[in-house]
C-alpha cells in the first residue's frame, strides 16, 4: 500500500495547473485541458490519492474518472462517473 504509483485524475471544467498546484499537498501535472474536463497526474502511494481526493472533493471539483498508470501497459481504471 507504500507504493508510488502514477494516477491520472479527471475532473469536471477547466482548472489551471497552477491553481491545482497552490491547492494540493502533491506536486500535480496537467496532461490535458479540455472544454468541459481537466486531466492530471501525480506520483503518490494509495494514501496519498486519498488524500488528494477528499482534499480537491473539498474544493467543490468533480471527480470523473481516476485511473492508476501502469508503467507496463494502458491505465487502470478505479473509479468513473
Known amino acids: 500500500m507504500d507504493d508510488i504509483c502514477t494516477y491520472q485524475i479527471e ?3 477547466r482548472v489551471d495547473e497552477q491553481d491545482l ?3 494540493s499537498p502533491l506536486q500535480i501535472t496537467v496532461a490535458r485541458v479540455k ?4 486531466l492530471f497526474t501525480v506520483s503518490t502511494d494509495q494514501s496519498g490519492l ?3 481526493m477528499r482534499h480537491l472533493h473539498g474544493l467543490g471539483l ?3 474518472s481516476v485511473s492508476r498508470v501502469d508503467t507496463e501497459g494502458p491505465a487502470t481504471r478505479l473509479a468513473a462517473r
Open 11 to 13: 475532473v469536471n471544467g
Open 21 to 23: 498546484n497552490a491547492m
Open 35 to 38: 472544454p468541459t474536463s481537466t
Open 50 to 52: 486519498i488524500g488528494l
Open 62 to 64: 468533480v471527480f470523473l
